[in-house]
């Protein structure tokens, strides 16, 4: 408990009364009385704002909530009092995270209630905890204030910004993929799955006709086929030190994930399976292909809480353990930071891969390292900046092209531009039934 301003000028008038006093301008008395009776007041306020009970509160804040996004948190009080209360409220949110509405005064009416919101905007994913709420009591005179804290535990889950998800939550397959600027063409009558009955065309075969759907409607009927929708994709995740680079706000990490979510909603919205692989050295995380919206919720739990770290990347145990938990043909999508570095390495990891599957690696690229490249000025320090930013990317392009000669797939991609292209080459590959 500490004085409020209030006693503290109290305090001072006393002080000034005690010295008027001292050289005998007013009597001793006056000093005296105005001593207890001020010591009276400041122990009955002090009693009163000890034995006052801390209101009642409740935190309202969404379980799940996007990275990078503001969030709202909404407390809510009820005071037990029959007297009026000045109260101020900072909450423990998660510390680091930009927060605007803090901390918030308001005067708690006798038993009412009140609520108001506050804005946070988290800065990184995985768990996140608010660990309870501090008060600041006013006293009924104010002459105390006394800080109180209330165990009120909430729980969060930082997730990857799935608000382009959201967007596309009520489209079409088609609409959805053209947010990204790539186009979905569907051929029909083609493939083994049947979609739907029609009547018959002129060139249709024999074959297509169904016989008893014919008979009942007294024409002939034929069967329309689709593309085989039962597909998989795994996505080989790269969670090692190069994704620790960043563009913008965000790190490369974090755009992967969000790119991943956005090729994943695609792929189960056309009636395939998304598996996810994360690689940190020797440690993998690892989720079987899913699909339908069952399978989203699944993906999203499994790489919500995941973060690059300073380890190197193990590329060949990575293939080693997906070629052992992966045994049907799949979509294999690596997405990484290719550098010349990983000449051999990188080589024998997708080429083990393509032995069963089709692989495609999708490679990062550094603004940094482009800028540095393609803006060099006289001096000498940006000369030899320059041509070392250019080497690394020809080195680069030596390791895609030795990709491509072992039939690997290869994007060489920004992060801005990572989810249209991986959808892209997705529905590339779908409308060529490569998958």
């Known amino acids: 408990m500490r004085p409020g301003p209030l006693l503290l000028w109290l305090l001072l008038g006393w002080t000034l009364v005690g010295v008027?006093?001292?050289?005998?301008?007013?009597?001793?008395?006056?000093w005296l009385a105005y001593g207890a009776a001020l010591a009276c007041v400041m122990l009955i306020d002090a009693w009163r704002l000890q034995r006052a009970p801390s209101p009642a509160l409740q935190r309202e804040v969404a379980p799940v909530v996007p990275l990078g996004l503001d969030m709202f948190v909404r407390l809510r009080m009820q005071s037990a009092e029959k007297s009026p209360r000045t109260v101020e409220v900072h909450d423990l949110h998660p510390g680091g995270w930009p927060m605007r509405?803090?901390?918030?005064?308001?005067?708690?009416?006798?038993?009412?209630?009140?609520?108001?919101?506050?804005?946070?905007?988290?800065?990184?994913?995985?768990?996140?905890?608010?660990?309870?709420?501090?008060?600041?009591?006013?006293?009924a005179w104010r002459l105390w204030r006394q800080r109180r804290a209330l165990d009120v535990v909430n729980t969060v889950r930082v997730y990857p910004n799935f608000a382009p998800l959201a967007k596309m939550a009520g489209l079409t397959v088609e609409l959805a993929s053209h947010t990204f600027g790539a186009r979905l063409q569907r051929r029909r009558g083609e493939g083994t799955e049947f979609q739907e009955l029609r009547d018959y065309r002129v060139g249709d075969s024999m074959r297509k006709i169904d016989w008893k759907a014919t008979a009942r409607m007294g024409h002939f009927i034929s069967r329309e086929y689709r593309e085989e929708r039962n597909q998989q994709i795994v996505l080989l995740v790269d969670c090692g030190?190069?994704?620790?680079?960043?563009?913008?706000?965000?790190s490369h990490f974090d755009h992967v994930l969000n790119a991943s979510l956005s090729l994943a909603y695609i792929a189960m919205r056309e009636g395939d399976a998304v598996g996810l692989l994360a690689c940190t050295g020797r440690t993998q995380r690892w989720l079987p292909p899913q699909r339908d919206s069952g399978g989203m919720d699944l993906l999203l739990g499994t790489?919500?809480?995941?973060?690059?770290?300073?380890?190197?990347?193990?590329?060949?145990?990575?293939?080693?353990?997906?070629?052992?938990?992966?045994?049907?043909?799949?979509?294999?999508?690596l997405i990484t930071n290719v550098r010349d570095e990983d000449d051999s390495e990188l080589a024998l990891a997708v080429t083990l891969l393509a032995q069963r599957h089709l692989v495609l690696v999708a490679s990062l690229r550094e603004q940094a390292v482009e800028q540095a490249a393609h803006h060099a000025s006289e001096s000498l320090e940006s000369a030899i900046r320059s041509a070392s930013a250019m080497h690394y990317l020809a080195g680069r392009e030596r390791v895609h092209d030795d990709?491509?000669?072992?039939?690997?797939?290869?994007?060489?991609?920004?992060?801005?531009?990572?989810?249209?292209?991986?959808?892209?080459?997705?529905?590339?590959l779908k409308r060529e039934s490569r998958l």
């Open 20 to 30: 008027l006093a001292s050289i005998g301008i007013i009597p001793l008395a006056a």
């Open 101 to 139: 509405g803090l901390p918030h005064r308001l005067q708690l009416a006798p038993e009412t209630d009140y609520a108001f919101e506050y804005a946070l905007t988290p800065d990184e994913r995985g768990p996140a905890l608010f660990v309870g709420c501090h008060l600041r009591l006013h006293s």
């Open 241 to 250: 030190r190069r994704m620790l680079a960043k563009d913008g706000a965000i």
């Open 303 to 333: 790489g919500y809480d995941l973060q690059a770290t300073s380890a190197p990347t193990d590329y060949l145990a990575a293939a080693r353990a997906l070629q052992e938990r992966q045994r049907r043909r799949a979509l294999v999508i």
């Open 403 to 428: 990709l491509n000669r072992r039939g690997v797939m290869t994007l060489d991609v920004e992060c801005a531009e990572l989810s249209s292209a991986l959808i892209e080459r997705y529905l590339r």
